[in-house]
């Protein structure tokens, strides 16, 4: 612990001790905590020995009037200048956190998570832009000037002592060897791209746990090309500007989330496909269907048909009477089945096939009320035939409800559709709701011929719908 005139100037605790001097890790200032006012602060000053050196002393003021003028969330904020019997200082805000090398250390793991990765790289990148923004080159990015608070894990970039500004190009800079580019260390032309290289050779510390290691290789597939062109040794093969670096990674993450949609769209779309061809597999071919069901025997082609059978034929035809919902009296089906024997014409077949009919209404009126079924080989009129197969116009006016409900939704939905993406997923909800209404049209259906017919009233009924609504027309839907 130290204490100086600064503590008994600027507590308003004086019975307290309010400097503590910190661990210095450079050569030519002393750095200390000093709480002022109940806050802490940091103070930075020239060593005792340099302290009235003019050139550090203008270097303090240089930093101090470049710092002073920033203000952005990731940048340290620089608060006074001062001097006393002791010389020059200078207070900063006091980051409560490590810097990254000490960070590392104390996490090694941290930085494995791309979450927390792509934080720091877009946060580093913002504070950077930022600063060439106001004129301002950094020129010291090391992992000792880039602290990350303890609270968040923010960046907080500190230290502009070696900073460049358009105001003070007469002064020159200093740096670290170790992540100083080229053109530092040749005393070539700094700029932006000077920056960008000090920041790739910190990932590539990052990347190696903290260890001094050039190897490229070490980096994530995701970031290997954007450090390989941020520690380029010639200027020109590196990002011109850190806008250019920002683009570079937003356009790759454009790329790859855009290759992970249209993965998922295929797939997507293969499971569509395989689905609708056991959909279609398990729909019984119409032509079989129509087989199944028995033809109307009152019609007049029916009874002609019926007439060219042999006599066998029309025998079994008066048994499987017998065996059916309908009685017949003993003398009735004797003297119909001698006048069916001896019928020579259609004609006269047709009408002793309607006598046998009068008789079954005759004998049991009450048993005509009762359902028909389909393998009955009773006589069905055609409209009773008709009402089978026929989508009733409640069903209709359900599918046109729930149809037009579905459209509108989506036309809500999707407002504006301006890019390829949009299109797609309307696309894949309009055959999604297609597939919804078709399949509420076919479980309303008793039998297979129902459901053919059912599903073809409630496709034109969907693609009806379709047509009177809002949504794109060239996304038209077919069978």
């Known amino acids: 612990m130290e204490t100086s005139d600064f503590a008994h100037e600027m507590s308003l605790d004086s019975g307290q001790q309010v400097i503590e001097k910190l661990a210095s890790t450079g050569g030519t200032c002393d750095t200390y905590r000093v709480r002022i006012n109940g806050k802490w602060h940091f103070m930075k000053r020239p060593k005792a020995e340099m302290a009235f050196n003019p050139l550090l002393i203008t270097a303090f003021e240089r930093e101090f ?82 602290m990350i608070t303890r609270v968040g894990h923010k960046v907080k970039l500190v ?69 390989k062109k941020c520690v380029e040794r010639t200027p020109d093969q590196r ?38 061809i056991n959909y279609v597999g398990s729909i019984e071919d119409p032509q079989t269907a129509n087989k199944n069901i028995t033809k109307p025997h009152n019609s007049i082609d029916s009874i002609e048909n019926m007439a060219n059978h042999d006599s066998a034929q029309e025998k079994k035809m008066i048994n499987d009477s017998e065996s059916s919902n309908y009685q017949i009296s003993p003398q009735n089906k004797q003297n119909q089945e001698a006048n069916i024997n001896s019928a020579s014409s259609a004609t006269e077949h047709k009408k002793a096939t309607s006598d046998l009919q009068a ?8 048993e005509q009320k009762a ?74 259906a008793s039998d297979n011929r129902s459901k053919e017919e059912y599903y073809k009233a409630a496709l034109d009924i969907v693609n009806e719908e379709y047509e009177h609504s809002n949504l794109p027309k060239k996304l038209k839907i077919s069978e």
């Open 359 to 366: 008789d079954k209404h005759q004998v049991f009126p009450q």
């Open 65 to 146: 009037d470049i710092g002073y003028r920033l203000e952005h969330q990731s940048l340290v904020r620089y608060i006074d200048k001062r001097s006393d019997e002791q010389g020059v200082y200078i207070l900063t805000e006091m980051v409560d956190g490590d810097n990254l090398d000490e960070f590392i250390s104390k996490n090694p793991d941290f930085f494995k998570d791309k979450r927390n990765l792509k934080e720091f790289v877009t946060q580093m990148l913002d504070v950077l832009d930022y600063l060439h923004n106001n004129q301002v080159l950094h020129l010291d990015l090391t992992p000792s000037n880039i």
């Open 239 to 276: 990002f011109a500007t850190v806008a250019d670096a920002q683009h570079s990674l937003s356009r790759k993450q454009i790329i790859d989330k855009l290759i992970v949609r249209i993965l998922i769209s295929i797939v997507t779309l293969l499971i569509l496909i395989i689905w609708g």
């Open 159 to 227: 230290d502009l002592g070696f900073a460049y500004s358009d105001c003070y190009q007469s002064i020159a800079a200093g740096m670290t060897r170790e992540y100083a580019a080229p053109e530092q260390l040749d005393g070539g032309e700094v700029g932006p791209w000077t920056d960008i290289y000090s920041f790739g050779k910190v990932l590539l510390k990052l990347f190696n746990n903290g260890k001094s290691q050039d190897a490229v290789q070490s980096v994530p597939s995701y970031y290997r090309n954007f450090v």
């Open 371 to 444: 359902q028909i079924s389909v393998d009955t080989k009773g006589v069905l009129s055609e409209k009773e035939q008709i009402k089978i197969i026929t989508a009733p116009e409640a069903l209709k006016s359900q599918l046109h409800a729930k149809s037009k409900t579905a459209f509108t939704t989506l036309e809500h939905k999707y407002v504006v559709i301006d890019d390829y993406k949009t299109r797609a997923d309307l696309l894949i909800e309009i055959k999604n709701a297609r597939l919804r209404i078709l399949e509420f049209a076919k479980s309303q």
